[in-house]
């Protein structure tokens, strides 16, 4: 049981890595998989995905919930799903993920700015691609139109940027960061 509700009109950070740090995505397929169930589970009325990201090990959705009960009503469903899916093709017993999920409040305009750009990075800070637009399993390709994504709403994020050029340069840029993103991110 978590320690702090998800509450309804509110932005959070959630994640979740494999159990041990394990691939969960392991073909190609695996995260198209995935794709489908958080397409399955969120819908509008109950909770928007503004961004996301999937890595061989973990994943990161930046969501917008509208719901009370979101964690048992949408992410344990969608990890559920995902995971006995998973056990099921891979012929594999047992939990596929570290515990529940992780949720961060996003409690500012500054701290959904940094968010959505860490998650946009995490591809490039894990060494598995030079530039964010050449990871394909996250929705940064979204947010620099590249491609309609009809799970990604960018309205939040966006209307914090005069243009997408803007967001892009902000994302990309090799300026320092001062901001504290560890109160965020994984613990």
Not at 15 to 40: E, H
Not at 146 to 155: A, E, T, W, Y
């Amino acid at each position: 049981m978590r320690k702090e509700a998800i509450l309804p009109d509110q932005i959070y950070h959630i994640y979740n890595r494999g159990i041990n740090r394990q691939n969960i995505f392991v073909q190609k397929a695996d995260y198209y998989l995935f794709l489908l169930k958080i397409r399955k589970y969120f819908a509008i009325e109950t909770a928007e995905v503004l961004s996301y990201c999937m890595m061989p090990n973990h994943f990161h959705l930046l969501i917008y919930n509208h719901c009370e009960n979101f964690g048992t009503k949408i992410v344990m469903p969608l990890i559920t799903s995902f995971t006995k899916t998973m056990n099921l093709k891979y012929s594999r017993e047992g939990h596929l993920f570290q515990g529940a999920y992780n949720a961060k409040l996003i409690d500012s305009d500054e701290s959904l700015m940094q968010v959505s750009r860490y998650i946009h990075l995490n591809p490039v800070k894990a060494s598995l691609v030079e530039r964010p637009e050449d990871w394909e399993f996250s929705s940064y390709l979204d947010y620099i139109g590249r491609r309609n994504d009809s799970i990604v709403r960018l309205g939040y994020v966006m209307e914090l940027f005069s243009k997408t050029k803007e967001y892009r340069e902000f994302v990309e840029s090799e300026c320092e960061i001062t901001f504290d993103i560890k109160k965020y991110v994984f613990d």
